[in-house]
């Protein structure tokens, strides 16, 4: 009984550890888009993500090396850490409407939406928003080096080369997300999203267990023995969809701090603007409205097709849920935009009429 325990709670240290981290390890300190509501002052944010990072990963090398915990205890616990993961989310969806007042008159609404903007952890220290996506992406990290661990260790003398490259295709996703950490303070989640049961446990649980679906279905599965061309092309359809992914938010990220920046040298910005605001419409967002969404799916696509097994259906259910996840989306930053910007976004929608996938949706 003692093991499933351990595993149930292990979410739960991990998390415990990366706030700690996050709180007193020396940060940048960063201006963000969202303004604090008392003040209207954009907030500045401590961004040291990087840094855990590559403390809490080194820490799980070094205990799996000394024998503290063996390199596949994660994945020899993934049920339980999945159902403490799952319970956390939970209790702190639960915890976060405390002594907050009412957004709507649904309490089931407010739960799953949150009512809190912008709140922090650790005494103001932490973002609890910022927080969330580096506890999740590190624990995310771990379960995926513990579960290629394991396939590694089942297949000593022939591992899958499709494991390795979702390896690194995914912990290169998830350091780049690390090192452009300031760049997130300026995308939807940041500024738009409240502190609900979405954004709390999708980030407790759903992206540390969910997003790697992919090796739970093949990492006991022995090498597909997939052809050369067929990695080669699976990793040119990840980083295509990188650079969709990434070019986009950077040209906006730069277009926002300074709208006359000239983006890597070639884009020069083009907007429409109606004398008070700007709306950027040249570079990746003169390709579609939301281009960046067609690069995270394409990331995800390309992820599913390394692993080697494209006949599997669950690998599939995680470019699938973007899918879903991104149209969704990108509907409701529409009607945000829309209210913001009123004929300003009509121009945009003529000028730029595609939603994410240029020339066709």
């Known amino acids: 009984m003692t093991e499933p325990l351990l595993g149930f709670f292990a979410p739960w240290v991990i998390f415990g550890l990366i706030l700690g981290l996050q709180a007193f390890v020396p940060a940048r300190r960063v201006e963000g888009y969202a303004r ?20 809490v990963v080194a820490a799980w090398f070094a205990a799996g090396y000394t024998g503290v915990m063996p390199y596949e205890w ?3 616990h993934r049920w339980s850490g999945l159902a403490g993961a799952f319970a956390l989310g939970l209790i ?23 009512r809190r903007e912008n709140p922090s952890l650790a005494g103001g220290r932490v973002d609890a928003k910022m927080y969330l996506y580096v506890a999740g992406a590190i624990l995310l990290e771990l379960n995926l080096l513990s579960f290629a661990a394991h396939h590694v260790l089942s297949y000593p003398t022939d591992p899958s080369p499709g494991v390795i490259l979702y390896i690194c295709l995914f912990s290169w996703f998830v350091c780049e997300y690390l090192v452009y950490e300031h760049v997130h303070l300026y995308t939807y989640d940041l500024f738009a999203e409240r502190l609900g049961f979405k954004l709390i446990w999708g980030c407790l649980m ?37 650079i ?65 097994w494209p006949w599997l259906i669950v690998p599939w259910l995680y470019p699938l849920y973007y899918v879903v996840l991104l149209t969704t989306r990108e509907r409701d930053d529409d009607r945000r935009c829309e209210e913001k ?11 730029v009429p595609r939603r994410i996938v240029p020339y066709i949706y």
């Not at 604090?36 to 403390?55: C, H, T």
């Open 36 to 55: 604090d509501e008392a003040s209207n002052k954009p907030i500045v944010y401590r961004l040291n993500g990087l840094s855990v990072f590559l403390i």
């Open 74 to 76: 994660l994945w020899e």
């Open 92 to 114: 702190a969806s639960g915890i976060a409407m405390v002594g907050v007042p009412a957004r709507s008159a649904s309490r089931l609404k407010d739960y799953f939406l949150g």
């Open 206 to 242: 759903f992206y540390p267990y969910c997003y790697g679906m992919g090796l739970w279905a093949v990492a006991d599965l022995a090498n597909p023995h997939s052809p050369a061309w067929y990695l080669v092309l699976s990793a040119v359809i990840f980083f295509s969809g990188w």
């Open 244 to 308: 969709f992914a990434r070019g986009a938010n950077m040209q906006k990220y730069y277009f926002k701090r300074n709208p006359s920046h000239v983006f890597l040298g070639l884009f020069k910005p083009q907007s429409i603007s109606d004398g008070e605001r700007q709306v950027l419409c040249s570079g990746f967002w003169g390709l579609s409205r939301h281009v960046n969404y067609l690069g995270e799916v394409l990331m995800a696509t390309g992820l599913t097709l390394a692993l080697g």
């Open 341 to 351: 910007y009123g004929e300003l976004w009509h121009r945009y929608r003529e000028k």
